[in-house]
Nanobody, 124 residues
């Protein structure tokens, strides 16, 4: 699975941005996709996730009500609509995919894939 992000940029406090992630390769077994972000000197943290089967989404508390994660399965695309951006949202944003293999006994194993990241900078 290959993931390519786009849509980052420099915006001002309160602006909006839409990130995109295009997946290619063997995408049939992707069970979930997510956006993570990493600010300078900080660890990489989950921002939002979406389950491919039922579309269930979840968000970290700091972006709830401002960010929306969505997926277009026909295009193998993942999106992150970011509204009311704040300076603390400044980070490199990464697309993540979990490729899931199921075994006969009901167990499964995940392989994670990452994009190269796209920079989002919010000025005050």
């Amino acid at each position: 699975v290959q993931l390519v992000e786009s849509g980052g940029g420099l915006v001002q406090d309160g602006d909006s941005l839409r990130l995109s992630c295009l997946a290619s390769g063997s995408t049939n077994n992707i069970a979930a996709m997510a956006w993570y972000r990493q600010a300078p000197g900080a660890q990489r943290d989950m921002v939002a996730t979406i389950v491919t089967g039922d579309g269930r989404a979840s968000y970290t508390d700091s972006v709830k009500g401002r960010f929306i994660i969505s997926r277009d399965s026909a295009k193998n695309a993942l999106y992150l609509q970011m509204n009311n951006l704040k300076p603390e949202d400044t980070a490199v944003y990464y697309c993540n995919a979990k490729d899931r293999i199921w075994y006969r006994n009901g167990a499964y194993s995940d392989t994670e894939y990452w994009g190269q990241g796209t920079q989002v900078t919010v000025s005050s």
